[in-house]
């Protein structure tokens, strides 16, 4: 039984219960919940700035070597999205690259097979922040008040119908989303990208230099960033 169809069983017995005119005050208070409030609400999942995808927490350790690495070969017709790396120590960093069907490559170069629902998450929240408000700013960067300035930025680059739409968040951070600069209607870091990025660094764990840098170089080669 689905979360949503036992929240309206439960709500229907209670309702039940009551006198009339206090049943009619629960159902429409029960009702705009589901319509405004609820992660099912066809509002909620309508919201670019909204996640309404399951915890992908721990997506990387899930992942596995595929059972044949030579027959990849990275090409920009399977890309779903890549994300750079701009950072003091590491100027022009490589952090994650996803492509169909369920592979990716990580900062250290391996190439691992996802989970079906990982890889289908994963993609969601990219294709999600594609619908988000410019910024305004070199290549849309988001910046997240810090007291120093000198903060890395990570570029989500997502293939749409009509190019490559760049996304970049500077000083991502696990407990800060406020905005150095409003944008829009946003004065935090909307909540589909706080959550895709947090996802996108479990990429660096256990980072090791590429064997293989001929390869990442291939991967980065397929992002247009200007």
Aim: a negative charge.
């Amino acid at each position: 039984m689905s979360v949503l169809h036992a929240t309206h069983t439960n709500a229907t017995i209670l309702a039940s219960s009551l006198p009339k005119p206090l049943r009619f005050v629960l159902t429409a208070i029960f009702g705009a919940y589901l319509l405004f409030f609820s992660p099912f609400s066809p509002i909620a999942l309508s919201l670019p700035g909204m996640s309404t995808t399951a915890s992908l927490k721990g997506w990387h350790d899930r992942a596995h070597p595929p059972a044949d690495k030579s027959q990849f070969e990275p090409t920009l017709d399977d890309l779903v999205f890549a994300v750079l790396l701009n950072a003091p120590a590491d100027p022009e960093g490589f952090t994650l690259a996803l492509f169909r069907p369920n592979l990716a490559v990580d900062a250290s170069g391996r190439l691992l097979q996802l989970q079906d629902t990982d890889f289908r998450g994963l993609s969601e929240l990219a294709e999600k922040t594609t619908s988000l408000p410019d910024t305004g700013s070199f290549l849309n960067t988001w910046k997240i008040a810090h007291d120093r300035t000198d903060q890395k930025i990570d570029r989500l680059v997502v293939p749409t119908g009509g190019g490559q739409k760049v996304t970049s968040v500077q000083g991502w951070s696990a407990d800060k989303t406020k905005l150095a600069t409003p944008v829009a209607e946003y004065d935090q870091l909307p909540p589909v990208l706080q959550e895709l990025f947090e996802y996108i660094h479990e990429a660096r764990a256990n980072y090791q230099p590429p064997a293989n840098k001929d390869f990442i170089e291939k991967v980065k080669g397929l992002v247009k960033l200007y």
